[in-house]
């Protein structure tokens, strides 16, 4: 089935203790991208990657990491975390970039910075 | 920057009623306009698009027209159903790889 998986799917961590949020993608997209989801801001694109080793900075970089050395997997990283970053976060995946092309999103992690 | 602004929900509709849900936009170029709809703890799905002035998406009932001229993509459906119900999402992109999306509106239709 094709698809995008995250995972954990939920989380609940400390600030300043690093994790990582993976994404993966069975469908040999090009372009990956992450978006955190917050009441009354909406979607805000973080990272997102037109292909291996190619990435390029969102709206909301500022506290995250990410890295693309293999096709399917573009994890995001956060090194030290704060409670601002408590979020629901989305990866998505499309064949190329915009607009030509549909993208698919995965189920969600949610996370919780204490 | 570009940006977009759709109107403030939640909305509520009986069924069979008709929707519409405002979007209008600011950006520079030419952008690519989109509706994504998120059912209740789901990913957002693609619903429509339009890629240039005066393009109609459409899809499941709903549609949206790339007005240039007023900058706005308003979704509308002429008749929803109980399980429309979802937050539905305006996005564009304008000439780069980055994604800019609206707020949000939530949907609930009621039997």
């Known amino acids: 089935e094709a698809q995008v998986t995250q995972n954990p799917r939920y989380l609940i961590t400390v600030t300043g203790k690093k994790l990582t949020v993976t994404c993966s993608q069975n469908?040999?997209?090009?372009?990956m991208s992450w978006y955190r989801q917050d009441p009354g801001l909406g979607l805000r694109q973080i990272y997102y990657s037109m292909n291996v080793e190619v990435t390029d900075k969102g709206d909301v970089p500022e506290g995250y990491k990410v890295s693309r050395k293999e096709k399917r997997n573009f994890p995001l990283i956060l090194e030290s975390p704060s409670p601002n970053q408590t979020s629901l976060y989305f990866c998505?995946?499309?064949?190329?970039?915009?607009?030509?092309?549909?993208?698919?999103f995965g189920p969600g992690t949610r996370l919780t910075v204490t | 920057g570009d940006s977009v602004t759709q109107m403030e929900g939640p909305v509520t509709l009986s069924e069979e009623a008709f929707l519409t849900i405002n979007c209008t936009y600011t950006a520079t170029g030419y952008p690519s306009l989109f509706w994504y709809v998120q059912y209740p703890g789901e990913g957002l799905q693609l619903l429509l698009k339009a890629t240039k002035a005066d393009d109609k998406g459409s899809n499941k009932g709903f549609e949206a027209t790339y007005r240039k001229e007023t900058t706005s993509f308003h979704l509308e459906k002429g008749s929803v159903q109980v399980s429309d119900s979802a937050v539905y999402f305006c996005?564009?992109?304008?000439?780069?790889?980055?994604?800019?999306f609206g707020t949000g509106t939530r949907l609930k239709v009621l039997a």
């Open positions: 996005a564009l992109t304008s000439g780069t790889y980055k994604y800019i």
């Open positions: 998505a995946s499309s064949l190329g970039g915009p607009p030509s092309y549909e993208q698919y």
């Open positions: 469908m040999n997209h090009e372009y």
